[in-house]
Nanobody, 123 residues
Framework: VQLQASGGGLVQPGGSLRLSCAVP????????MDWYRQAPGKQRELVAG???????TYADSVKGRFTVSRDNAKGTVYLDMNRLKPEDTAVYYC??????????????????WGQGTQVTVSS
């Protein structure tokens, strides 16, 4: 299974985007569902995510602007990004450490890095 983060693009400062990342099935357990980003010349950093206890965590730089959410039935994690700034420009990646039912109704427990999606904030 290869995951692809989607929803990136070019947006003006102050704009919004919604990223998504999905597995092919419904989720029954969550160890981590995270969004990371990597800007040119910088290390990959955690932007937002769910903890194994069900709480959420955010980088200070995105608190109040970004929201992580999920739809377990659809096997999807989202990142809603509002009031985007040029410094949010980066490739965004999802990381999932989850259990889910695949299309054959088998239980799968696995860790995945999604292929990134480019977010560019520029006027």
């Amino acid at each position: 299974v290869q995951l692809q983060a989607s929803g990136g693009g070019l947006v003006q400062p102050g704009g919004s985007l919604r990223l998504s990342c999905a597995v092919p099935g419904s989720i029954f357990s969550i160890y981590a569902m995270d969004w990371y980003r990597q800007a040119p010349g910088k290390q990959r950093e955690l932007v937002a995510g769910y903890t194994s206890g069900g709480g959420t965590t955010y980088a200070d730089s995105v608190k109040g602007r970004f929201t992580v959410s999920r739809d377990n039935a659809k096997g999807t994690v989202y990142l809603d990004m509002n009031r985007l700034k040029p410094e949010d420009t980066a490739v965004y990646y999802c990381y999932l450490d989850i259990g889910y039912y695949n299309p054959s109704h088998e239980q799968v427990v696995a860790k995945y890095w999604g292929q990134g999606t480019q977010v560019t904030v520029s006027s």
